[in-house]
């Protein structure tokens, strides 16, 4: 079981709800915690920025994280969204299981 914590960031919160439901209700992620909004700063085609993003955290499994990438990327309103995805080295094994039990969509991958 390999399971992936993975980060990105929305515009706004009813962005990330919308987001969050439809990995979930995909089987795509088995929770998907909505953050308090920040302020993010970085460089975007050479200008300095900063904008107010709601971060979310998503726990998947690496089997599902292709289709995951692909619907955030279909749904992101970003041109160029942040998606990380951070390997998850140790955990409770029975909620790890329970990550693995959730994205499971019965057919091989």
Known sequence: ?????????????????????LL??????ACVNILAPCVSVYRWQGTLER???????IKTTRARYPDLEEAIRGAHPYELPEIIAVPVTQGLPGYLAWV???TDTGTPC
């Open 100 to 102: 693995a039990d959730e």
């Open 24 to 29: 979930v209700e995909r089987r795509l992620a």
């Open 1 to 21: 079981m390999s399971t992936l914590l993975v980060i990105t960031n929305l515009p706004d919160k009813d962005t990330a709800q919308a987001l969050a439901a």
């Open 51 to 57: 904008a107010e993003e709601v971060p979310l955290l």
